[in-house]
Every structure is written in structure tokens, then in C-alpha cells.
């Protein structure tokens, strides 16, 4: 059945919604980043969004949680939480829409990593899709008119573990359930994050706390948009506009810091989204149609 069109529209507008959260959490990361440790915000990043959902985790009960898969938990925790880090470092020293739309690759790298480790089959369609993505990056980026930074190449490995994080879940889904997969990945990227602050920890100004706070939130409120978006309508319909995040950094980085937005960034994100939308398109129909893999 198809879903009516009035909840295509409310499920596109929480999308965007979420992902204008999220590019909020962008900007203030990188405004914090001058005065405030990386370390430090990464955890309090995953406090946030532990304290949040320690009401519906109580609701669940212990005994909702025990698994005996603690190496894929574990796996998951420190890959997510190397991404988390190295983005947070990106965003720190690039132009926010330049570390937004590097992220942005991580959905062309899973099916690579898919036929890479689980020999999973990618379908011609995904393989143009994931190559269209890849020429939209090197468009946006422009690394023949300009020089870029060095940590570009920061911001490419945090894709990559995003992606690879992705997989995991992807894995885990056969015998964990969800609730699982997110309590252990909350409780462990919490636990992680807060060990360097032992010996990097300083005070943090009161104005730079509620930064803190809002950030927390604005994450929170994105992940719970963009979960109610999906459980609303397929990602078919609404999953190309997880790629408006470039244009709100683009905005914001504009607006705050007083990042150029040239012809050749808005070519690239076009190029970048029309790549999304068609490897969205050829996941659903190898799903309908019953094939293994993208």
C-alpha cells in the first residue's frame, strides 16, 4: 500500500528538521572548539543523549539488555566513537560544509565494505550510484582551483568508520534488537569518552555549558526526528533529503564564519544528492525483489 502523500510531506519536513538539528550540532561544535577540548565535547555529546534515553531504558527492565554479543557491541562502540572524534576534529578545521559533505559519503562506502568483508552482491545501479557520489565530492571540493587541507583526508577516515559502524549494526541486527544495539553504544561511547577527561578535564564556562546542553539536545531531537521520519515513510520516498545537512552547514558557515558557497559546492551537493536518491531507488528494489546485498 502506498503510504498517502500527506505523511510523505510531514515525514520530508521532520527529515529536514532533523537534519537542520544536526547541522546545528555542526556549528556548535565548531564554535566550542576554540575553547573547549574535543575530548570533553565528544562525551558530553553521548551524556546528552544517554540521559535522555535513560526514561524509555528503565522502561525496558535489565533483563531487556543481556546479550552475548559484547564483541560486536564493543566493536561498534570504539568504531562509532573513533568517527565521533575524528569529526568532531574535522569540523574544528574545515569549513562546516566541507566536513559535513565528506561525512555525507558514508552511505556510497558501505555496499564497498559489504562486497569487501561480507562478499555481499552490489548491483551495477549502486556501483554508478556510489561512483556518481564520489565525482560530486571531488566537484564540491575542487581540489584543481583550490588547496585543500590535509584534513580532509581526517574527515574521509571518520566516513569510513561511520560506514563501518553502519555495517556492524547491519550484523548485529539478526540476533540483537534495536533497543540493545543503541543502549550498548550509548552506555559504552559515554564510558569510553569520559576516560581521556581523567587527565584532559578543565573547567568549562557557563555560557560554553549551555552551548553544551543545547548541543546535547539538538542531537537528541535530530536522531528522534529522523527515527519518526523513517517509521512514517520509506527511506525511497524521504531518504534523499538526509543531504540537505550540506546546505544548512553551508548556510550556518556562511552566516557565522563567513564561509564562501562557490557554483562548484552547489553543482557537487546536487550531483551528491541525485547519487543518494538513485542508490536509495536500487536498495528498494533489490529489497522487493528479494536480492542479497545493494
Known sequence: MDTPQRTVVLASVLVLTAELCF???????????????????????????????????????????????????????????????????????????????????????????????????????????????????????????????????????????????????????????????????SALSTLLSGIPLLWLGQSIALDHLFAIVAMGLLAVAGQLGMTKAFALAPAARVGVFTYSSVIFAALMGYIFWDEAITWYMLLGASIITLAGYLAIRTRRKAESTGKVGS
Not at 575553547?35 to 544517554?50: G, H, I, K, T
Not at 590535509?150 to 548485529?172: E, S
Open 23 to 185: 547541522a546545528g550540532v555542526s556549528a556548535i561544535v565548531k564554535h566550542l572548539s576554540t575553547d573547549v577540548p574535543s575530548e570533553q565535547l565528544v562525551f558530553f555529546r553521548n551524556l546528552m543523549a544517554f540521559i535522555v534515553l535513560l526514561p524509555w531504558l528503565w522502561r525496558k527492565g535489565p533483563d531487556a539488555f543481556k546479550t552475548k554479543a559484547w564483541r560486536f557491541h564493543l566493536t561498534r562502540g570504539i568504531a562509532g566513537l573513533a568517527a565521533m572524534y575524528l569529526f568532531f576534529y574535522a569540523i574544528a578545521n574545515l569549513p562546516l560544509a566541507q566536513a559535513t559533505l565528506v561525512l555525507l559519503l558514508s552511505p556510497f562506502i558501505i555496499p564497498v565494505i559489504g562486497r569487501l568483508w561480507l562478499a555481499e552482491r552490489v548491483l551495477p545501479q549502486t556501483w554508478l550510484a556510489i561512483a556518481t557520489g564520489f565525482i560530486g565530492v571531488f566537484i564540491f571540493l575542487n581540489p584543481l582551483g583550490t588547496t585543500l587541507s590535509p584534513v580532509v583526508l581526517v574527515a574521509f577516515v571518520a566516513a569510513f568508520f561511520a560506514a563501518f559502524t553502519k555495517t556492524l549494526i547491519r550484523q548485529m541486527s539478526a540476533t540483537e534488537s534495536s533497543s540493545k544495539i543503541v543502549f550498548y553504544f
